[in-house]
């Protein structure tokens, strides 16, 4: 039986792509550079702020990054009053947490994004408190794939790797799961595709959110 699901953030439970796009983009109009599309950003999405910046920079011909130091200050000074602008669950994701609370679950999150911006979102799209735990990047936590994240929630949330469902969207999140030991789920509404699920050993890969109860009572393969 299973006691805790764990879940990313962006991609996963929040549909924040056009957020993330758009201060980016704002940041590199600002300093004469191409936006790029939201689609892109996708990909540049997953590793934290700074890969991130770094990704767009190159991608809008700044090869030399240039201009890090500059877009990344930028951004974070964007983002941090306009992280949760446009931020959305993804179709029904929130009824299915719901479903999983109602059941005695523990739901927590664990992101990339800055700790406090990931609160911000969190709150904003599901309100104070739906969540049992939320953890974004600290400097004092190694960030994901690095399980030291992973296993401070389990800590917070007095559950076991074995008691632990971890849900993702992307390369990054199955080998988080992975590297904690824990049961993990990957999910195609978010920013990658299947592929990229199954060929980083994802033990399951859903389509709909629903599809997650299945993996109270037992955890297992499809």
């Known amino acids: ?10 991609g996963t439970i929040v549909d924040s792509v056009g957020a993330i796009a758009a201060c980016a983009n704002d940041c590199l109009a600002e300093k004469g550079l191409k936006p790029q599309p939201v689609e892109a950003y996708k990909y540049f ?21 240039r201009c890090y130091d500059e877009v990344m200050a930028r951004y974070i000074e964007l983002f941090k009053d306009r992280c949760h602008v446009g931020c959305m669950p993804y179709d029904g994701v929130k009824e299915t947490l719901q479903v999983l609370k109602d059941k005695g679950m523990f739901l927590a999150v664990l ?11 969190v709150e904003a799209v599901y ?43 992307t390369s990054v999140d199955m080998k988080t799961g992975k590297a904690a030991g824990i049961f993990t ?29 299945k993996y109270i009572e037992t955890a297992r393969k499809d």
């Open 45 to 65: 999405a997953g590793d934290g702020q700074y890969e991130l910046i770094k990704r767009a920079l190159r991608a809008a011909g700044d090869e030399e990054l």
């Open 185 to 213: 789920v990957g999910v195609t509404w978010g920013f990658r595709t299947r592929d990229e699920l199954v060929e980083n050993h994802a033990d399951a890969v859903i389509d709909r959110p629903e599809e997650l109860l």
């Open 111 to 121: 992101s990339n994004k800055a700790h406090a911006n990931s609160i911000k979102v």
């Open 1 to 10: 039986m299973k006691k805790a699901f764990i879940f990313d953030l962006d």
């Open 127 to 169: 309100g104070k408190g739906f969540f049992d735990y939320i953890q974004g990047q600290m400097d004092s936590i190694n960030r994901k794939p690095s399980p030291d994240g992973a296993f401070l929630v389990m800590e917070k949330l007095k559950v076991s790797r074995e008691e632990c469902v971890y849900v993702g969207d």
